[in-house]
């Protein structure tokens, strides 16, 4: 039977990634007086790798053979990481990033049919509960009865950590939950915790491998404005009927 939704959050609650996050880590590049700089490109190829401090590592690694590391490498990565998430927060409070389509009424539905919400992502708890807060509803993460966000697993996505430890805080079976993601990374975490998962693309993801998933879609879908799928004929809208047939496929 299905009792819960689990949500990634860049990508799949709202398109976070290239008009927040990426502007967010400029900022702070700017901040810091560096001459780091993301384009649109570019921040493509670095969401290979989850997580914002280990995505600022793997481009000196792979970009900036040049960089010259400070002895205190690390601590520099996590004070830029959290200038990062106070320019991410900011840009959020001033109600920057909408929600995408179809999420808001899925939620909703889903509240009043009486499942379980809750998040298995990568990005830090902050920019979780701010995006609920400012883009969902002042009580936006009350909805959620659990939020697993960041470091609170040490391997993060593709890793299954997060998912998995976000089913032991629900006390509930991966059979009983489908997740919803935008991309390969995440795919392979939810599908190595057992979840059926539905693929909503972005612009980032539209390429990626998405084998195994339940339905690949444009979107959530609204009334008036349905989503395409991308691996079978059909458009409609996400309801929580069509959750229920899906999950018992
Ligand atoms: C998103 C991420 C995050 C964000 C940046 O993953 O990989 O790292 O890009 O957030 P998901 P932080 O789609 O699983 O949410 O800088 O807070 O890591
Ligand atoms: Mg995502």
Redesign the pocket.
Known sequence: MLKALLF?????LAD??RDG?RPA?NAAFREFGMDWDWDVALYGEL?A???????MKYYVEHFRSDYVKPADFDELIARL?QA??RH?TQLLAAGGIPLRPGVERLLREARAAGLILGV?????PE?VTALLRYSLAEDGADWFTVIAA?DIVPA??PAADIYVWALQQLGLRPEECLAF???E??IR?SQGAGLKTIVTINDYTRDHDFTGALAVLTDLGEAGAPYERLDAEEHGMVDVARLHAWHAQ
Not at 8 to 12: M, Q, S
Not at 49 to 55: L, Y
Not at 120 to 124: D, K, M
């Open positions: 990634d959050v860049d990508g799949t976070t990634e996050h880590f969401l790798v989850t997580g914002g401090k280990e995505r990481h990062k998430t991410y298995a992502t990568t990005t830090t920019n960041g993060k996505k993601e935008d991309s990374n995440g975490s």
